[in-house]
């Protein structure tokens, strides 16, 4: 499986983003999938998640309210809305899979092998 997020950029505060983070390859495998955020000098950070099949999410107590996990099965895509962004959100934003490989690291209820590239947002004030 490869991941590709894109959909990063400058926006204002208070303003509005969406990332995409497209997977393909031995896509079947997939069980969850989620977004996750970096800040320089600071440690990678869970924002949400989605199971793959069901559809269930989860979000940092931080994220809830402003940002909303989605998936598309038919193209493969999970998208994240951003919207009521602070100049706090800023930071490279990272999708990941977890494909049932057993390997890689827990983040709440997923075990998440597989990384993208990272989009960075930035939110000025």
């Known amino acids: 499986v490869q991941l590709q997020a894109s959909g990063g950029g400058l926006v204002q505060a208070g303003g509005s983003l969406r990332l995409s983070c497209a997977a393909s390859g031995r896509t079947s495998s997939i069980d969850g999938m989620g977004w996750f955020r970096q800040a320089p000098g600071k440690e990678r950070e869970f924002v949400a998640d989605i199971n793959w099949s069901g559809g269930s999410t989860e979000y940092a107590d931080s994220m809830k309210g402003r940002f909303t996990i989605s998936r598309d099965n038919a193209k493969n895509t999970v998208f994240l809305q951003m919207n009521s962004l602070k100049p706090e959100d800023t930071a490279v934003y990272y999708c990941?899979?977890?494909?049932?490989?057993?390997?890689?690291?827990?983040?709440?209820?997923?075990?998440?092998?597989?990384w993208g590239q990272g989009t960075q947002v930035t939110v000025s004030s």
């Open positions: 990941a899979a977890d494909t049932r490989v057993y390997s890689g690291t827990y983040y709440g209820r997923f075990r998440y092998d597989i």
